[in-house]
């Protein structure tokens, strides 16, 4: 008996210490702040033998857009971002949706009609197919913007121009203008 | 007299042919009333059309011509229509009514204040969306509470499913206030395409059907828009008289979408609401002879009020003329009063509807 009460403190022992040795283990490092996609527009990549400085050529409306986009940066954030920014809102929302569940199922109880029935059912079928559908179109989506860079190597070599699409990117800091190119199989910087 | 002499005369020209005439009297107004129907249908799919063409073209012109023009007007019929259908006893809907109108009074209340704390510092912006929920989920509320008590006044009805469709609503609302407020924004002129199809199954039920096949082409006219419209470059918001137009069709809300195409949409429907409210249900005989006080129960009945009936239509005159007055002086700004100010004839829409179900 002695000795299973020792056994056990001992593992309450070992198993509280755990929460104390966590204090060790050094602080996170705050990850870098990310970038926020602001645009998104098209791209052509133009080998020329005649220019002697790599130009970036934008056009008048473009560059108005991306002037609006970065203006509006709070306002461009998608609804899902929207959403998920405020959590009172959600908990709000959850609550209403808790009470339209109940409530829809207090009304089916208590009109047993198989009218009623069928409608609740047909709804239940209705979204059915509806995420049914989410799922097939996605499959019939076009192809990731990695494709339309693929050929980007080989139209450098011939000579050939390359066109694909394109986020325009704001990050923090100073640095120069970067470009990347989505590549399969290329090694991410640092890597050997 | 002349009917008389007439029917005796069709009387005694069946005997002496021997011929019954019944097919010939009612193929004539047969023939008118089908003729009347096809020529109401032409109307209504013409002005479709028509109001798409010039919103899709000129949006920002058409929406700053047409809100000068038919803003004050629209709620004016719309008044004068309310009027006509109050009851001059309430009766068994006492409670209905005092449900609506402290509804009315107390949502346009709090929605009008809305900016003018916000531009008195009482809240930051930030607070905005949830202040646009609260009064969001009020207006859901009322509604939900004004569908189950006209459900209750006939005991045929089970209603009760208002109350799970309002929360689901109202769960909606809060994921996305702002949206859910713009969606309000493009629906609500709609509703003057429910309350014409309420007024023609009770006063004109040979017109419904053909009024069914035109609405048939509005889903097909916003197609076609959206298909012209949605990679048509932006329009230029370099005023503020233009920007306030983009932002109130959405544009910071749906920032991917062509600010042309949500202008032009909802202008579009603007226009239908326009065109219901002041050409369609006057025509059909919905708000009666405009000019005539006798036409509204409250001023015929024996205890009413017909000079208090009059003299609110002669100030809903004047407000129209203060109103154009304004928009002639600063558009911006009287634009901008007037839809703050015009949620109440939103929320009126609401009772009369639901009287009309």
Redesign the interface.
């Known amino acids: 008996m002695k000795r299973t009460i020792l056994i056990c403190a001992a593992g309450l022992l070992l198993i509280a210490s755990a929460v104390f040795t966590f204090g060790d283990i050094a602080r996170p490092k705050p990850s870098p702040e990310a970038g926020k996609v602001i645009f998104h527009t098209g791209l052509e990549i133009v080998p020329d033998a005649k220019v002697y400085e790599a130009r970036l050529q934008i056009s008048q409306q473009t560059l108005q857009r991306i002037r609006e986009a970065t203006a509006n940066t709070s306002a461009n954030q998608s609804v899902t971002q929207r959403i998920m920014a405020s959590g009172p809102r959600t908990i709000m929302a959850g609550l209403f949706m808790f009470l339209a569940v109940s409530f829809a199922g207090v009304w089916l109880a208590r009109s047993g009609q198989r009218r009623n029935q069928k409608i609740a059912a047909g709804l239940v079928l209705c979204m059915a197919v509806l995420g049914a559908a989410a799922i097939i179109v996605r499959a019939n989506a076009g192809p990731p913007g990695s494709f339309y860079w693929k050929k980007l190597p080989d139209n450098l070599t011939k000579g050939e121009s390359t066109r694909g699409g394109l986020d325009i990117e704001i990050v923090p800091g100073d640095e120069q203008i970067k470009l990347i190119v989505p590549m399969k199989g290329t090694k991410k910087p640092g890597e050997e | 007299m002349a009917q008389v002499a007439n029917l005796r005369y069709v009387d005694a020209m069946e005997r002496a042919a021997n011929i019954s005439m019944t097919a010939w009297t009612d193929a004539r107004p047969n023939d008118r009333a089908r003729g009347s129907v096809r020529l109401f249908a032409a109307v209504l799919a013409a002005s479709a059309c028509l109001s798409a063409i010039l919103a899709s073209w000129l949006p920002l012109q058409v929406s700053i011509a047409t809100v000068f023009l038919f803003a004050g007007p629209h709620n004016w019929f719309e008044a004068r229509y309310f009027l006509m259908r109050l009851p001059a006893r309430f009766g068994r809907s006492r409670n209905f009514f005092a449900v609506a109108f402290a509804g009315i009074f107390i949502l346009t209340l709090a929605y009008v204040s809305l900016p003018l704390l916000y531009y008195a510092n009482v809240w930051s912006g930030s607070n905005w ?2 202040a646009i ?1 609260t009064w969001n ?1 009020l207006l859901l509320l009322w509604l939900g509470a004004l569908v189950l008590m006209r459900g209750k006044q006939n005991s045929r009805r ?1 209603w ?2 208002a ?6 609503l ?10 859910f407020s713009l969606a309000i924004v493009y629906l609500h002129p709609l509703v003057a395409l429910w309350f014409l199809d309420r007024h023609l199954r009770r006063t004109r039920p040979e017109w419904l059907r053909a009024y069914h096949r035109c609405l048939l082409v509005l889903p097909f006219l916003i197609m076609g828009m959206l298909w012209q419209l949605a990679r048509a ?2 329009l230029s918001d370099d005023n503020g008289l233009f920007w306030r137009i983009t932002q109130h069709a959405g544009a ?2 749906l ?1 991917s979408v062509s600010t042309h195409l949500l202008v032009s949409m909802h202008v579009f429907l603007e226009l239908l609401h326009y065109g219901v409210w002041i050409v369609a249900l006057p025509l059909i005989g919905a708000t009666g002879a405009v000019w005539s006080v006798r036409t509204i129960p409250l001023a015929r009945h024996r205890r009413g009020w017909p000079k208090l009936i009059g003299a609110v239509l002669v100030c809903g005159l004047f407000l129209v003329a203060l109103l154009w007055i304004g928009f002639s002086a600063n558009y911006a700004v009287t634009r901008d009063v007037y839809f703050a100010v015009a949620i109440a004839h939103v929320l009126a829409e609401a009772p009369f509807l639901l009287r009309m179900i």
Request: hydrophobic share 50%; charged share 10%.
């Open positions: 969306p949830t929920a989920t089970d009760f499913w109350l799970p469709v309002t929360f689901a109202c769960a909606l609302n809060w994921l996305a206030p702002d949206l470059p932006s910071e809300l920032p």
